[in-house]
């Protein structure tokens, strides 16, 4: 991976930064409820760059998008509603500002100030990405610096065509998650494996091709799992199985083949003949599963012999849970094998790296989502950066 300019690059690029209106992309899309915000999460990931430019003494103008609100304001999602959350959050004082006010105010602010811009998708070309928004939203600043990953992978003014306007940094935030994905992905030492899980293949086609050209081992878990049980010619039951897709699941592990990447399938499964939480269970080989029976986690045996193969591998990334956690005890495999790579990643012989927003509740329903080495949170963008492909936003940061 190409190098990106970060927060030490605009030190050295312009020297003292006091003064400087910096605009800076958050990703302050929190959820609330009742007025009040449930998860603060990307609130706190937003303090370290918007406090440090505050304490460098440049005038800070925060930017984020805030739900969907179609390119016009809607007062149910104004980030006047994120302003005290976030001011408390942050320690210091943030001032809201209004798209119509953002000059007159920004002219008045002291070094050292921090402001919260309007939702920039109130702005009908934000999206759109359209250069007349752009130049509206580049003439408040000097720099720019993006510290929003997980709205990377959108093309929008206030992710990319700002970052082409203005000189622009990546932020702290920003420049952790490119560094986390890039040893894990771009040049990790090997061997690398990839744990994909989740329901269905249909949504990870592109991140497994991906994967087979860049990973030396690659297990397949949890609902998709049957799809390829099933190109395989194993009776997989009622469980979740995307029949129509079993030549592409071929194709799939054909391309592994050529490309020298082992992939590990399932052949010991927990299966039961209805879904629900301590529903009676049984623990089979792939080929015993009975035609009324669903598989719903990976058996004990093949969890085990997948921790032997972490024990031998110095890089993970992992997207997807190998079982449907959310209803016990179909959680078992996942957390017994996250519980495996935790301990690995404290022992200093593996990176762990993982995304996907039910594999960090799965992680964190392991107790263990401090353990790996990096987390993602992104989303969208993470997914998009399994499937190898450019993010907009980061390519936009390049040197
Ligand atoms: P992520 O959000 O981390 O990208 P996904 O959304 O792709 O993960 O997949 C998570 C879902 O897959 C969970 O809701 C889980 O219950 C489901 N799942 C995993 N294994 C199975 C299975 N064997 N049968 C049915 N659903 C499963
Ligand atoms: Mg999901």
């Known amino acids: 991976m190409a190098d990106f300019k970060a927060l030490d690059d605009l030190g050295n690029d312009w020297g003292d930064v006091a003064g400087k209106r910096v605009l800076v992309r958050e990703d302050l899309n929190v959820p609330m409820a009742g007025g009040t915000v449930t998860d603060d999460t990307r609130l706190r990931a937003a303090v370290p760059t918007v406090a440090e430019l505050s304490d460098r003494g440049a005038v800070v103008l925060v930017l984020a998008h805030f739900g969907r609100p179609k390119g016009r304001p809607d007062p149910a999602m104004s980030l006047s509603l994120v302003t005290k959350p976030f001011e408390a959050v942050l320690g210091r004082p943030v001032r809201f500002v209004d798209w119509d006010g953002a000059e007159a105010a920004v002219a008045t602010m002291q070094p050292g100030d921090v402001a919260l811009v309007e939702n920039t998708r109130f702005l009908a070309g934000e999206e759109a990405n359209d250069p007349d928004t752009v130049a509206r939203m580049a003439a408040l600043g000097d720099l ?15 992710t990319e065509g700002l970052a082409r306007a203005l000189p622009a940094y990546a932020g702290r935030q920003m420049e952790a998650e490119l560094d986390a994905l890039n040893k894990a992905l771009g040049t990790p030492e090997h061997p690398v494996a990839a744990v994909v899980g989740g329901a269905k293949v249909s949504t990870k086609l592109d991140v497994l091709k991906h994967l087979v050209t860049r990973v030396d081992h690659l297990v397949i878990g949890g609902g998709m799992a049957n799809t390829f049980l099933a190109a395989r010619g194993v009776d997989v039951g009622r469980s979740l199985c995307e029949h129509e897709l079993t ?12 490309a020298n990447c082992t992939v590990h399938l399932p052949y010991d499964v927990v299966v039961a003949t209805e879904f629900r939480a301590h529903a009676p269970t049984r623990t089979v080989n792939v080929h015993e599963v009975g035609g009324d029976e669903m598989i719903l986690d990976l058996g004990p045996s093949a969890v085990e012999s997948l921790g032997d193969v972490l024990k031998n591998c110095r890089t993970l990334v992992w997207n997807g849970p190998l079982g449907a956690f959310e209803t016990p005890p179909f959680d078992a495999a996942t957390v017994s094998l996250a519980r495996t ?59």
Do not use: C, I, K
């Open 144 to 158: 720019y610096v993006n510290d929003a990953f997980s709205a990377a992978h959108r093309a929008h003014a206030s």
């Open 247 to 258: 030549a592409t699941a071929e194709e799939v592990l054909d391309a592994a083949d050529r």
């Open 341 to 399: 790579a935790a301990a690995l990643t404290v022992g200093g012989s593996l990176v762990s790296v993982a995304g996907g927003g039910d594999t960090v509740a799965a992680l964190n329903q392991a107790g263990v989502g401090g353990d790996f080495t990096f987390v993602s949170t992104a989303g969208g963008a993470f997914l998009e950066w399994m499937e190898g492909r450019e993010l907009p936003g980061v390519a936009a940061l390049m040197r």
